[in-house]
C-alpha cells in the first residue's frame, strides 16, 4: 500500500486508544537478519530429495531473497546465519550482494546436527538490538519436522523479541504427512504473530523463492507511524490496526 494516511492507523496501547500524528513511508534503513536450516539428519534422504538437491534450493532460495530486498531498499543491511548444531554467523551485516553471496555459496548441510533455531533466533535478536535503526527483523528458511535442540525456554525468546522489537518472518517446508512438535508450531506461529511477522508453510522447496521474495516486498514497504504517548511509562501491550487493509505491526512497544 502507497498511500495510507493518520486517519487510516488506529494504535492502541493497553487498552488506551493514541492518537496517530503521522504515517509516512519508513526513512530508516531496515536490518534483516536471515536463519537457514542446515541441520538435515535424516530429513531430507527420506522426503525431501538429495541432500545435494535441497543444498541447491536453499541456496537459491535464500540468494531470491536478499536480491529482493537489497533492489527495492539499497540501504538495508543483511546478515547470514545457519543453525544446524550451533547458531554460526556465515556473513555480518552487509549491503553487498556478492559479500552475501559468498556466504549463500559455502552453505551445506549437516547429516548428523540437531536444528537449534531458537538459540538463532536469540542470537539473531541480540545481534539486530545493537543495530542503530529500529526497523529490524529475522526471515527463517527451516524444514519440518523439526529435532529442535535448542535449550531456550519460550518466555526467554519473547523477552528478546522484546529488547530487538524485531519481526519474525518464517517459511517452513513440510512435506505430506510429516508431523512437527506440536508445542514448537505452536510457538514459531506465536512469535510470528506476536511480532508482527507471518509464518507460512509450503510443500515444497522449490516455492521458497516466491514466498520469500513476497516477505522481502513487504519489508521493504513498511512505515513509520508516529503517535502520542501520555507518559514514559512503557506498556505491556501495543495493537495497531488500519482500515481497509492487514497490517503486520509488532506488539511489543517501542522501548
Not at 59 to 87: C, H, V, W, Y
Not at 207 to 220: F, G, I, N, P, T
Amino acid at each position: 500500500m502507497t498511500d495510507l494516511t493518520v486517519n487510516d492507523i488506529l494504535i492502541r496501547e493497553d487498552g488506551a486508544d493514541r492518537a496517530v500524528k503521522e504515517v509516512k513511508p519508513a526513512s530508516q534503513p531496515i536490518s534483516v537478519v536471515f536463519l537457514i536450516d542446515t541441520a538435515m539428519d535424516m530429513r531430507v534422504k527420506d522426503a525431501y530429495g538429495t541432500p545435494d538437491q535441497w543444498v541447491r534450493d536453499m541456496r537459491d532460495s535464500t540468494a531470491a531473497f536478499a536480491r529482493e530486498l537489497l533492489n527495492k531498499s539499497p540501504d538495508a543491511s543483511i546478515e547470514l546465519m545457519e543453525f544446524g548444531q550451533a547458531a554460526v554467523t556465515m556473513v555480518p551485516f552487509t549491503q553487498n550482494f556478492d559479500e552475501y553471496m559468498k556466504g549463500v555459496n559455502h552453505l551445506v548441510t549437516k547429516p548428523d546436527a540437531a536444528s537449534v533455531l531458537m538459540e538463532a533466533i536469540d542470537q539473531a535478536n541480540k545481534d539486530l538490538a545493537k543495530r542503530p535503526s529500529t526497523r529490524r527483523a529475522i526471515v527463517e528458511l527451516n524444514l519440518e519436522p523439526s529435532n529442535e535442540n535448542s535449550r531456550m525456554d519460550e518466555a526467554g525468546i519473547q523477552n528478546s523479541f522484546r529488547k530487538s522489537t524485531a519481526q519474525l518472518w518464517c517459511l517452513s517446508v513440510q512435506r505430506g504427512t510429516l508431523k512437527t512438535a506440536a508445542k514448537h508450531d505452536v510457538l514459531l506461529n506465536n512469535l510470528a504473530k506476536n511480532s508482527g511477522g507471518e509464518r507460512q508453510t509450503i510443500v515444497g522447496i522449490s516455492a521458497a523463492s516466491d514466498y520469500l521474495k513476497r516477505y522481502a516486498d513487504v519489508l521493504a514497504a513498511q512505515y513509520e507511524v508516529v503517535y502520542d504517548r501520555p507518559d514514559d511509562k512503557t506498556p505491556k501491550v501495543v495493537q495497531v490496526g488500519a482500515r481497509g487493509g492487514k497490517v503486520h505491526a509488532s506488539g511489543y512497544p517501542p522501548q
